[in-house]
Structures are given as C-alpha cells and as structure tokens.
C-alpha cells in the first residue's frame, strides 16, 4: 500500500457526509478543515444540499471534478466501501473513515468489503469507527475539536476521546502537536505505520 505522505499532506480533501446542521458529525469536521486554516480544495458531498459553509456541494465523489487525495467519510457503515470504490477512481490515495458499524459490533464482513475496496486502488485507510486526525504543518484537521497550535509530539491513540485530550492539553500549555490521529479498528493504518511516519516527519521531534 501507498505512502501515508499523500494522507496528512493533501492538497484535496473532500468530506462525504458533509451536513448542514451544526450538530452532526459531517459539519463539525466540514467546518473544522474550513476553520483550521487548510489551504487545498475542499468539496462537501451531500446529495441532498447544494452549498454547505458557502462550499459548492457534489452529489457524489465521482462528480468532483478533478482529482481528489482525500476523503473523510462520515455516511452510513453500509454505503462506505462504495464511497472507498468512488474515491479511488477519482484517485484519492487516503481516506478516514469515521462512520461506526464495523467489526467493533461484530460487522466482519462489512469491515472486510471497505478493506477490499481499499485495496483495489491503493487507498490507505484510517479507521473505520475513528475520531478522525489532525495534522498542524497542513492546517488539516480532520476531526474534532479543532486544535491549531502545532508543534514537536504527535499522537497516536486507538481513543479518539484521549488522543483528543492529550493534543488540546499540548495546546494549553503552549507545546502543541504535529499531529494526532485515532486508530479506531485499525483495518489498515496502525500504530506502526504512523511510527514510521511520525519518525521521518521533520516536524515531529
């Protein structure tokens, strides 16, 4: 599988799930990769609205137009290994999949269909049912809450809720991260993959 570089250095992002209701899952880390300060495109995806925080929104992946690095995937568990398929015809090289539903309520079979989509086109995945990531040098924070003071430590937590209060601590007391990401079931990425990751990260010391 491909490097983990085309995942936390994306120049394109595109959040499918994106919501228009400030509650959900998709509009807060919609708006967390908008507030953060990203500098790539950013496409909501959303069949059923036309704009979201004044973003053009597509109706699907494939109707991006262009190439995509990554998607954040906030939809239901069932849907997910179609979206994993779209994006790697778009050729997305990364994906993190929030959406819940897997092998952590007993759901193989479906965890082993996002698997073997992921394959097919090389896409690196993190999750699924996982608080997402956050990485300061890219202004990339897929996942909540927002943190952007960056950083020398980077963590890495199969707890979405104690990486996240690990890097907001960080921020507090002015130390700041490279990067956080939660494993959440692990059913590509792990906890070695990013060691090696973080350990040739010049921003991670």
Known sequence: MGSLDAVFNAKSVAVVGASSSPDKTGHII?????????AGA????????????????????TAIPGGIDLVVVVVPAKLVPGVIDEAGRKGA????????????IGNADLENELKAAAARHGVRVIGP?????????NRLCASWPLVKTGGPIAVVSQ???????METWAADEGIGVS???????????????????????PNTK
């Open 179 to 201: 990067g956080f990401v939660a494993l959440g079931n692990q059913c590509d990425v792990s906890e070695l993959d990013l060691l090696d990751f973080f350990a040739d990260d």
């Open 129 to 137: 049912n996982c608080q997402g990531f956050n990485y300061t040098p």
């Open 30 to 38: 919609l708006r967390n990769i908008l507030d953060g300060g990203y």
């Open 93 to 104: 090289k990364g994906a993190v999949v929030i959406s819940g539903g897997f092998g952590e």
């Open 159 to 165: 707890s979405g809720t104690v990486g996240a209060a």
């Open 42 to 61: 950013v496409h909501p995806v959303n069949p059923k609205a036309d704009e979201i925080l004044g973003r053009k929104c597509f109706p699907s992946v």
